[in-house]
């Protein structure tokens, strides 16, 4: 990994064997931010680190009052999985350096898989979840529990880390939740979350996040504006990236 892009900041050397990587940047909807912190809750996982780069905003995450970084790295080792998630969004021009460095880390911890989590705009109240791979035989691994996304484009940060793990033949899938719009979509992130369940058997419960559901969103949605003033206007991302709105 390149030092000078992106530094991992480890307080514990993660215990899985051959982990299931699930990453969840905020994007459109905020869905891959929203379901993989609240996994993280769901189930207590343990707290590993955290990433760092010169090329994410600067801004500090408080939580009951505590500084906490705003890329995080946890684990449940029972589960087989280790979490990144973030709670700040990638610039494009920024994305390909980065999505190499998640992936030449997930390397290092000799993940098994890559899962990404992120949002699509369709214009529909199913919420419905998309299904994408990067090599035709792990479709398979999704077919009936997601919907295959046949024809389209993974944007951002998501989209350079599906790129990398092809280029380098790490098996990677990725769950985009449907939502209407740009705002912070929970109900997305309950499809994707009980998708992933599906396919993973996390047996992760989604009952806290559906009665939180509008308080996520209003939450959400002030982080948002809190990150386009904390991000110089020429560093922020076109209208078409709908975590700037």
């Known amino acids: ?56 905003p600067p801004l500090a995450v408080l939580m009951g009052g505590v500084v906490n970084m705003p890329v995080r790295i946890y684990e449940d080792e029972g589960k087989g999985i280790v979490i990144l998630t973030a709670d700040i969004p990638v610039h494009p021009l920024a994305s390909y350096d980065i999505g190499k460095a998640i992936v030449s880390w997930a ?10 989590l992120a949002g699509i705009t369709v214009m529909s109240e199913q919420h419905r979840v998309f299904g ?35 280029i380098r033949n790490l098996p990677a899938i ?10 912070p979509d929970p109900r997305a992130a309950i499809a994707t979350i009980e998708t992933l369940n599906k396919i993973y058997s996390l047996g992760v419960s989604t009952t806290k996040l559906a ?13 948002a504006q809190q990150m386009k003033a904390a991000t110089p206007e020429e560093q922020q991302l076109p209208k078409e990236f709908p975590m700037y709105g």
């Open 1 to 56: 990994m390149d030092k000078d892009i992106v530094q991992v900041i480890l307080e514990k050397e993660p215990s899985v064997k051959n982990p299931i990587l699930i990453e969840g940047f905020p994007g459109i909807g905020l869905v891959g931010n929203i379901a993989s912190q609240y996994i993280v809750t769901e189930l207590d996982m343990t707290y590993l680190g955290a990433m760092s780069s010169r090329f994410f």
């Open 107 to 116: 390397e290092s911890i000799n993940a098994k898989q890559m899962v990404c």
């Open 132 to 166: 994408a791979a990067s090599k035709n035989e792990l479709l398979d691994s999704i077919k009936g529990m997601a919907e295959i996304f046949e024809l389209g484009t993974i944007t951002g940060i998501t989209g350079s880390i599906m790129n990398e793990c092809r």
């Open 174 to 183: 990725c769950l985009l939740g449907e939502t209407a719009s740009a705002d």
């Open 211 to 223: 009665e939180q559901a509008e308080q996520i969103e209003s939450q959400m949605a002030q982080l």
